[in-house]
């Protein structure tokens, strides 16, 4: 199973865990316990609860926000250029090493 790494907010905490492929980002933060990832729509892309930053070294693997991800991140506060949802992006085997850093909180 691909390993994915969630860094807090500020820095402090690595957690490391592996995650089945073909669930979503947010559903493996959610496994993964990582409470500042929400997810309080279930996934349908409308909350922004689960706002991610990309590792700047993945963000070429991961790939850019999709139209309707970009305009729910509009109401995110603190998006920056690596900003992602993470229930529109699938766990896969070549995310392999994933790094992920949580947001501070809006
Ligand atoms: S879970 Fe609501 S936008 Fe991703």
């Keep these: ?18 995650s089945p492929v073909g669930i979503t980002l947010m559903e493996a933060a959610r496994n993964a316990g990582i409470d500042s990832v929400a997810g309080d729509c279930g996934g349908a892309c409308i909350c922004g609860t689960c706002h991610i930053y990309i590792d700047p070294a993945w963000w070429e693997k991961v790939g850019e926000p999709i139209d309707i ?5 509009e109401f995110s506060e603190n ?12 766990v896969a085997a070549e995310l392999d090493g994933l790094v992920l850093r949580v947001p501070p909180e809006d």
């Design 1 to 18: 199973m691909p390993k994915l790494t969630f860094i807090s907010a500020d820095g402090e905490t690595t957690k490391t865990v592996e």
């Design 69 to 73: 991800e970009q305009a729910t991140m």
């Design 79 to 90: 998006v920056t250029p690596h900003s992602r949802l993470a229930c529109r992006i699938e």
